[in-house]
């Protein structure tokens, strides 16, 4: 099932837009994410320099995904996209223990912000596929995720170059959206 067949089951909410915002370290997978998300080729993929953005209209419904690059030196300009944010996704390389402190760290510098407050958080755990990726629950322990009670959460194991698991993230996302 691709993004427009999980778009239409959120019918009910005809009219609304959606804005999506799509973080997490450089070499994550967020624009694979996204181009799979899109039904997008995604053999050809270069480092994000600034932003990429998706939308997608279905049945009166607009999903708008801003997929915002993850080097050092473009993550303080994350918070300049922070309004109006209605999910939150964050993506974590499974397979790249050297960073998991790292990429801790900004996803409680995000976790603080007083626009993201409350604000529903889906973790993909990407690049499953690989030998030496970390299960989500090992990411979910190390990352202490039990203790965030401010927003609902979820963290779901993924490969964005196969697809599995995205379409579960985001039926995930259907729902907590229906909440809101």
Known sequence: M????ILRKLKSTPDRELRI?????????????????????????????????????????????WDIGGQRK???????????????I???????RKRFEETGVEL????????????PLLIYANKQDLFN???????AEGLNLHTIRD????????????GEGVKDGMEWVCKNVKKK
Do not use: M
Request: proline share 2%; with cysteine.
């Open 2 to 5: 691709g993004l427009l067949a």
């Open 21 to 65: 915002l799509l973080l997490g370290l450089d070499n994550a997978g967020k624009t694979t994410l996204l181009k799979t998300l899109a039904s997008e080729d995604i053999t050809h993929i270069t480092p994000t320099q600034g932003f990429n953005i998706k939308s997608v209209q279905t049945d009166g419904f607009k999903l708008n995904v």
């Open 74 to 88: 473009i993550r303080p300009y994350w918070r300049n996209y922070f309004e109006n944010t209605d999910i939150l």
């Open 90 to 96: 964050y993506v974590i390389d499974s397979a790249d």
């Open 108 to 119: 409680a510098e995000l976790l603080a912000e007083e626009k993201l407050s409350g604000i």
């Open 133 to 139: 990726a970390a299960a989500a629950s090992e990411i």
């Open 151 to 162: 927003r609902v959460w979820q963290i779901q194991a993924c490969s964005a170059t196969t």
